[in-house]
């Protein structure tokens, strides 16, 4: 039984969601130094779920309280369709973290990207220091595959990252995602 589900966001969420870009939320290996940007006009216009891209919010169960977003991207890997993955994201805010819903919560993306897309393959990546999110993937059921070294830049230093992923053969029943 899940204790966290996914839920797209709402005009009423933009104020939650555009506090949530501060640096106090975003934890240390989120953080770029991007400023924030405003979320209203985007929410209205597609709940920031796009064709290519998106971001839901992840909310307990429980009391229906928000505790962070997962978000995803297309990566390449051929010059056709067949060969798009998503890469996603997490980020929890600190109230929500060291309690396992992060590995739940990105198991429900992948299995919904997986009902939802055509991809084969969703992966994830993480700064080699980031050990509560490599733990959050294996737990999840992602397979650590090898070092992406000295590429991503963040905190004026190049680092390392880690990839992830699960592979369609893997998928497990698609959640139900409430829209906005
Ligand atoms: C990273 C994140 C998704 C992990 O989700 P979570 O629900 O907090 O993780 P969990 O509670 O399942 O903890 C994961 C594991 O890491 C361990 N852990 C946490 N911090 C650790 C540390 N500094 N060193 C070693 N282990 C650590 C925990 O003990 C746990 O292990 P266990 O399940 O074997 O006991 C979440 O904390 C988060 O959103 N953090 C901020 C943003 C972020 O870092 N996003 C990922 C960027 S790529």
């Known amino acids: 039984m899940n204790r966290v589900r996914l839920r797209q966001a709402t005009v009423a969420d933009a104020g939650l969601l555009e506090r949530w870009q501060q640096p106090a939320y975003i934890g240390e290996f989120n953080r770029f130094g991007i400023p924030p940007r405003p979320?209203?006009?985007?929410?209205?216009?597609?709940?920031?779920?796009?064709?290519?891209?998106?971001?839901?919010?992840?909310?307990?169960?429980?009391?229906?309280?928000?505790?962070?977003?997962?978000?995803?991207?297309?990566e390449l890997y051929g010059p056709?369709?067949?060969?798009v993955a998503w890469n996603i994201g997490i980020n929890l805010i600190p109230e929500g973290r060291g309690r396992g819903y992060g590995g739940e919560a990105q198991r429900l993306l992948a299995d919904w990207l997986f009902a939802s897309t055509?991809?084969?393959?969703?992966?994830?990546?993480?700064?080699?220091?980031?050990?509560?999110?490599?733990?959050?993937?294996?737990?999840?059921?992602?397979?650590?595959?090898?070092?992406?070294y000295g590429?991503?830049?963040?905190?004026?230093?190049?680092?390392?990252l880690v990839v992830y992923s699960l592979l369609r053969a893997q998928a497990g029943s698609p959640p139900t995602i409430a829209s906005g």
Do not use: C, Y
């Open 39 to 74: 979320l209203r006009d985007e929410i209205r216009e597609h709940g920031l779920v796009g064709s290519d891209r998106g971001a839901l919010i992840v909310e307990l169960v429980a009391d229906s309280t928000p505790i962070g977003t997962v978000s995803w991207h297309p």
């Open 80 to 83: 056709n369709a067949e060969s």
């Open 118 to 148: 055509a991809a084969n393959r969703v992966e994830a990546m993480t700064d080699v220091e980031n050990v509560a999110e490599q733990r959050a993937l294996e737990k999840a059921g992602f397979r650590r595959e090898g070092i992406l």
């Open 151 to 160: 590429s991503q830049f963040r905190g004026g230093a190049w680092r390392d």
